[in-house]
């Protein structure tokens, strides 16, 4: 027989409420979702109020997307690695092999399509490979340098320069590319058999393996993914500053684990989201854009930057 229900007394809801607003407030994971989000507004709202004529202009906010959308592309591929309890310590030389093999293939006239083709597989075939034997920092980088004997490749391309520069809807090209890469990621996660396994995988590697998960094959292909954005982003990158250049920027890397850990993404792997590690991108580059309007000298930027990695690190929580 069901058991009768006293009627609520009064405020008894609100309190309720307030109970479970305290308990979302106290819980470390409702911080790992949404520090990143409040961070992201706060700093924007800072600088809104310190330097609104320079911060807030279209203009200024149409530099911060399109200073964002490769790190974001970057960010994503690191995502799927540290999901799996790993990190891409090659990203940021991958990106430069894929960027060269893109600089050498269009100075050797081969149509456009085919070199970002070009530079996308040899971001693959490097994330591959890494995923195989997790040590490809040191071989991506002499590979670029051997491949573009030293040298920056010039690629002027006006379909390029549209895209590094062109927008719709006052949204950068770059930015809406950026996007549409955060979306399949996060429906692939969070909507496919893979994005499962990804998951299952980083939470606890023996109970996966025990469900008849291939273990290495999903390590394997997360740092595929990672390489074949790092490739894509290579490409963006090419249509920006207009030449392939064969120095790795280690700036890649650390931001790219920057941005996941301040999206909320657990170190130790199996939990965590895309949308996070894309907003926290916007957040960094905002972070520095706002510096830098303010008149921040540039290692100070640095600095600031660092500090809010390491208290975002220090308040959410990363085991799982």
Request: a positive charge.
């Amino acid at each position: 027989m069901r058991k009768s229900v006293a009627p609520a007394k009064p405020g008894a809801t609100d309190l309720s409420f307030l109970d479970k607003a305290r308990s979302r407030i106290k819980d470390p994971f409702f911080w790992s979702d949404w520090l990143v989000v409040v961070a992201f507004i706060f700093v924007v709202a800072v600088f809104g109020i310190i330097a609104p004529e320079e911060f807030l202009t279209l203009w200024n906010l149409n530099n911060i997307l399109v200073a964002a959308s490769i790190p974001a592309i970057i960010a994503v591929g690191q995502t799927f690695t540290v999901l799996t309890a790993g990190i891409d310590l090659s990203v940021s030389s991958t990106m430069t092999f894929g960027a060269v093999t893109f600089g050498l293939v269009f100075t050797n006239s081969w149509p456009l399509w085919q070199c970002v083709i070009m530079g996308v597989i040899a971001g693959t075939v490097v994330g591959l490979l890494n995923g195989l034997i997790i040590a490809m920092l040191s071989v991506a980088s002499g590979a670029a340098l051997v491949l573009s004997d030293g040298k920056p490749r010039q690629v002027i391309s006006e379909q390029l320069s549209t895209l590094a520069i062109g927008e719709k809807a006052n949204v950068p090209y770059l930015m809406m590319v950026a996007f549409v890469i955060v979306l399949i990621a996060h429906f692939v996660l969070f909507h496919t058999r893979f994005g499962t396994h990804v998951f299952a995988v980083g939470g606890d590697p023996e109970s996966a393996r025990a469900m008849g998960i291939s273990v290495v094959k999903i390590k394997v292909a997360v740092y595929v993914i990672s390489g074949a954005l790092a490739g894509l982003a290579a490409t963006l990158a090419i249509s920006r500053i207009g030449s392939a250049e064969p120095a790795a920027n280690t700036s890649i890397l650390l931001n790219s684990v920057a941005a996941v850990v301040l999206g909320g993404v657990s170190l130790f792997g199996g939990r965590g989201t895309i949308f996070g590690p894309f907003i926290a991108t916007l957040l960094l580059q905002s972070l520095a854009n706002g510096l830098t309007v303010i008149g921040v000298a540039a290692y100070y930027q640095y600095l600031s930057i660092g500090l809010v990695v390491i208290l975002s690190a220090a308040l959410v929580r990363t085991d799982k």
